[in-house]
Every structure is written in structure tokens, then in C-alpha cells.
């Protein structure tokens, strides 16, 4: 069983930036994908950021890329998101998800195919 505990969400200005947090009760396996995934009001949720747990392989959606950075701490089992050059459309809810088991990296755009999922930190972005 794994928890995961997301923190760092707040208020920031167009430009800004905030740092996002998850932290990962459980054993988290070497095949291990972490992502972070976002869900703005009236729109479905989106893929953010992908983190390959063993070597630190990364996938960023086309909206993100340049500005935000995931990376992770194996020895605190934790995971990070950078969120630079903060724009008003990057408002949204942000979750951290964990896929364990096989073919992880493979399935790491799949949403659903996530095993467990932290409850969520707000990021508000004014412009």
C-alpha cells in the first residue's frame, strides 16, 4: 500500500513560481513511474509530468515543457514539481500518482492506468 501526500499549492502571479511536493508512504519499486497530473474547472484532467523512479528518465506534456521540471528523492520517497513562468491556464488542481507493477514507463500518459493517487494541492496563477 502506498499513501502519497502532496503539498506546496498556493497562490502565485503570472511569472512566479511555486514548488510542488509529494511525499510517498510505502515501498515505492524500482519499476516505479511517478506523474503529476492536473484538473482545471470544466476541463478534463491532464498529464503534467512523468518521472521514471529508477533512473530518472522524464516526459513532459507540450504545455509545460521549459517551464516546469519533476524530479525526485528516492532516499526521502518523495517527488517534486518546479512550476516556473506560472501562467493564469496553468490553474488547476495538481495530483501525484503512482504506477507500480510492470510496463510502467510504457503506460505513463494512461491516467487510469495509476495505482494509487495523493489528494490533491491547488494552484491558483493571477494574472
Known amino acids: 500500500q502506498v499513501q502519497l501526500v502532496e503539498s506546496g499549492g498556493g497562490l502565485a502571479q503570472a511569472g512566479g513560481s511555486l514548488r510542488l511536493s509529494c511525499a510517498a508512504s510505502?515501498?515505492?519499486?524500482?519499476?516505479?513511474?511517478m506523474g503529476w497530473f492536473r484538473h482545471a474547472p470544466g476541463k478534463d484532467r491532464e498529464f503534467v509530468a512523468a518521472i521514471r523512479w529508477s533512473v530518472g528518465t522524464t516526459d513532459y506534456a507540450d504545455s509545460v515543457k521549459g517551464r516546469f521540471t519533476i524530479s525526485r528523492d528516492n532516499v526521502k520517497n518523495s517527488v517534486y514539481l518546479q512550476m516556473n513562468s506560472l501562467k493564469p491556464e496553468d490553474t488547476a488542481v495538481y495530483s501525484c500518482a503512482a504506477r507500480l507493477g510492470v510496463a510502467t514507463w510504457y503506460y505513463r500518459l494512461s491516467q487510469h492506468l495509476y495505482d494509487y493517487w495523493g489528494q490533491g494541492t491547488q494552484v491558483t496563477v493571477s494574472s
Open positions: 510505502g515501498r515505492i519499486f524500482s519499476s516505479a513511474t
